[in-house]
């Protein structure tokens, strides 16, 4: 009798510690930017810019992933200088794109580019 209460009090104690740790790790969301495809014709060095900070730098083959608190989020992508010829960035600046994020929803983008400028175009997660 004593085991069995010892053993359904650790059941119990387990329990409500997996859901503080399940609810404790959703309140962000995950956003991946991926430049896996070769969609934008550069070898330029692309910079990932939330809310006008840089915030991770992309060659071609390159992903990243960013743990954001819920609610909207500017996102701009540029050019950036670099070692190879013509990656200068141009005079004006490119526009932005807003997303909102809800707390434990994963969004993925990549990048793409129309005669306007690049952009992120949403995407599957493959798995």
Do not use: H
């Not at 930017?33 to 969609?39: A, D, P």
């Not at 992508?77 to 004006?92: M, Y």
């Amino acid at each position: 009798m004593r085991w069995s209460a010892f053993s359904l009090f650790s059941i119990l104690s387990l329990f409500g510690t997996a859901q503080m740790a399940s609810a404790a790790g959703e309140d962000y969301g995950v956003l991946i930017i991926s430049r896996e495809r070769l969609e934008v014709a550069t070898s330029c060095e692309i910079g990932v810019y939330i809310q006008d900070q840089l915030s991770a730098r992309l060659f071609q083959e390159q992903s990243t992933s960013f743990n954001l608190p819920p609610g909207s989020v500017s996102l701009r992508l540029k050019l950036l200088p670099g070692q190879a010829p013509g990656c200068n960035p141009g005079i004006l600046a490119p526009g932005s794109q807003n997303i909102t994020l809800k707390a434990g929803q994963i969004l993925k983008f990549r990048i793409a580019m129309t005669q306007a400028g690049m952009y992120l175009k949403p995407a599957s997660l493959g798995y």
